[in-house]
T-cell receptor, first 116, second 113 residues
């Protein structure tokens, strides 16, 4: 059951251009969304997040957009740099479900390659 | 910057044998997790641990799996009788109160032969 879907396994962009990574979700209970970046032989690194009460969150070159009605979010990287080349995971959580944990449901990831 | 440390980085184990994966979370974090990623697949939640007990576990986390925080600093994942399908990258993570910005370790690549 793929509650979080990243339909593009890979994306290639030129340095300096915009990278747009997409993510769709099916669980309407999800109310918090995150993007993680992963380099080979390393663990995922938290990048940026957004609560469902917002539609945009920006941090430097990274912006996440959330369209709740479409159950879709996207990560924009502008300008893209070769060091951004990595696998990007979308993740989601249902904070409102209570309990004492912050379990995340991940997508399969998108391999971003930024060419010099 | 504080890190989550996982050992070993690689582990090869015979099918049916027990394996223990070790993690040292960030010292002031309260929530601890194990996730795994089978090659080419998504990162999957296994278990969360808070206040010295399991707070949630996935259906993957069956009776063959257990977690412990034996000494206040280490957080271990034990697989009692390993199967070929347990081969995966296992990630430990920790987080402080009220945050989803997990810090992940670099992972242990477990290969069952």
């Amino acid at each position: 059951d793929q509650q979080v879907k990243q339909n593009s396994p890979s994306l290639s962009v030129q340095e300096g251009r915009i990278s747009i990574l997409n993510c769709d979700y099916t669980n309407s209970m999800f109310d918090y969304f995150l993007w993680y970046k992963k380099y080979p032989a390393e663990g995922p690194t938290f990048l940026i997040s957004i609560s469902s009460i917002k539609d945009k969150n920006e941090d430097g070159r990274f912006t996440v957009f959330l369209n709740k009605s479409a159950k879709h979010l996207s990560l924009h990287i502008v300008p893209s740099q070769p060091g951004d080349s990595a696998v990007y995971f979308c993740a989601a959580s249902a904070r409102g479900s209570g309990g004492s944990n912050y379990k995340l449901t991940f997508g399969k990831g998108t391999l971003l390659t930024v060419n010099p | 910057e504080p890190e989550v440390t996982q050992t070993p980085s690689h582990q090869v184990t015979q099918m049916g044998q027990e394996v223990i994966l070790r993690c040292v979370p960030i010292s002031n974090h309260l929530y601890f997790y194990w996730y795994r990623q089978i090659l080419g697949q998504k990162v999957e939640f296994l278990v969360s641990f808070y206040n010295n007990e399991i707070s949630e576990k996935s259906e993957i986390f069956d009776d063959q799996f257990s977690v412990e925080r034996p000494d206040g600093s280490n957080f271990t994942l034990k697989i009692r009788s390993t199967k070929l399908e347990d081969s995966a990258m296992y990630f430990c993570a920790s987080t402080g109160t009220g945050t989803y910005g997990y810090t992940f370790g670099s992972g242990t690549r477990l290969t069952i032969v």
